[in-house]
């Protein structure tokens, strides 16, 4: 109604009968405003009719005497509108001032609320341009700890390789093994833990000492065991003494103890080879029980003795065992090729059932061995051996 009035004063183009056209609005529109400003008012209803109003307002003659009364509140109301359709207007107006205000309060908050982002974002990189300050100074402090550690520690490394140097030196001419043992084990430690600064002079001397003296220490002990071996001869051997040695051999080269037990064993089996030498009369077939006999002796010795000096995991018991069978196949091999004809089906049946039996004794003793077992060379058949015999035999096999 108000758009109404503002174009009635606005255009005075407009006639009497364009104003008198009915304003109508779609259903969805008429629906909308009800929901939005509901009104049980006969001139706000879509369908309203002029004609059944005024009848509704005038149902007889004698109400017509009331018109005059019904006129004056019609131009009350229309008067009470005209005032509500300026005042609408009047805060249409003030409405869009204050939108234009409120607009630009809120860009000027928007300017002050960006300002006070870049200041934050300003000081947030200032505060981490500190940390990084404080972190790369706590870096470096902690890289001058871990040198500072390192060096402390290389030190007290080089202190204990250079007194053990001189410590070794000493219980080694005075040939104390036990002490000398843990001493060197801590030395070979040190020289393995210096193995990055062999470019220092002095480090790489040192290195050079020790590694020397590795290799004098094992030529001493070896000579110590020929020694004590060749004075004693049957007498007590000083095993205690020999274990502390075997104690230092395991620190030192594999070597050294290869050639320590190799020397023991060729040691234990001089006495062998002389007995039972092929010129002797028990070296033959017919006595290879004697053979089998001495050596279960030997290893009972070995138990009361060599026992107590080797440590166990040498294997010093299976490789004497291991030795005894490579000398005893080499020694019958060329004694059978030379007696070819003494060789008798009977005899060969006594050797391979005494042989088995031996093996099998030596399968249990030694059945959980770690040592590394060598490819044993090509067997040979006994009937190339027992040529002239009284029956060719099938191929008959002396492993032991």
């Excluded at 009104?39 to 059944?52: A, K, W």
């Excluded at 833990?193 to 590694?211: G, M, N, S």
Aim: charged share 30%; hydrophobic share 40%; net charge negative.
């Amino acid at each position: 109604m108000a758009a109404a009035v503002m174009v009635g004063e606005q255009d005075d183009d407009i006639t009497d009968d364009d104003a008198a056209l009915p304003l109508t609005f779609a259903p969805e529109v008429e629906e909308a405003i009800a929901m939005v400003i509901p009104s049980h008012d006969p001139l706000d209803s879509p369908d309203f009719n002029p004609v059944d109003y005024i009848n509704q307002l005038f149902p007889t003659e004698q109400s017509l005497a009331n018109i005059d009364e019904k006129i004056s509140r019609m131009r009350v109301a229309i008067r009470r509108l005209d005032g509500e359709i300026r005042e609408a207007v009047r805060g249409q107006t003030t409405v869009g001032h204050d939108g234009r205000q409120s607009l630009e309060e809120a860009q000027r908050a928007i300017q002050e609320l960006f300002v006070r982002i870049r200041d934050i974002k300003a000081k947030a990189n200032k505060s981490e341009q500190t940390v990084k300050e404080i972190t790369r100074d706590i870096k470096q402090l902690d890289h001058a700890k871990r040198h500072l550690t390192t060096s402390i520690t290389t030190l007290n490394h080089l202190h204990m390789l250079v007194g053990g140097v001189e410590t070794l030196t000493n219980l080694i001419k005075r040939r104390q093994y036990g002490e000398t043992h843990q001493l060197l084990q801590a030395v070979v430690n040190v020289v393995d833990h210096f193995k990055k600064y062999h470019a220092i002079p002095q480090i790489r001397q040192l290195a050079d000492t020790v590694h020397k003296m590795q290799d004098e220490l094992g030529a001493q002990i070896i000579s110590d065991f020929r020694d004590i071996y060749e004075r004693q001869g049957s007498r007590s051997i000083p095993c205690e003494q020999l274990a502390d040695a075997c104690a230092v051999v395991q620190v030192l080269d594999p070597r050294v103890r290869d050639t320590l037990v190799q020397w023991y064993v060729e040691l234990q089996l001089a006495e062998y080879v002389v007995l039972f030498h092929e010129s002797e009369e028990v070296a033959w077939l017919d006595k290879i029980d004697r053979r089998y006999a001495w050596l279960k002796r030997l290893l009972i010795q070995f138990l009361d003795e060599g026992a107590k000096i080797f440590p166990p995991a040498w294997g010093v018991d299976e490789q004497i065992c291991e030795r005894f069978c490579q000398l005893t196949r080499e020694e019958l091999s060329k004694l059978m090729k030379e007696r070819a004809a003494q060789l008798e089906v009977k005899l060969l049946l006594f050797a391979i059932q005494k042989t088995t039996s031996f093996e099998k004794v030596l399968a249990q003793r030694f059945a959980n061995s770690m040592l590394h077992v060598e490819q044993e060379e090509p067997e040979m058949p006994v009937e190339e051996l027992a040529e002239g015999a009284d029956q060719p035999s099938e191929e008959v096999k002396l492993d032991l």
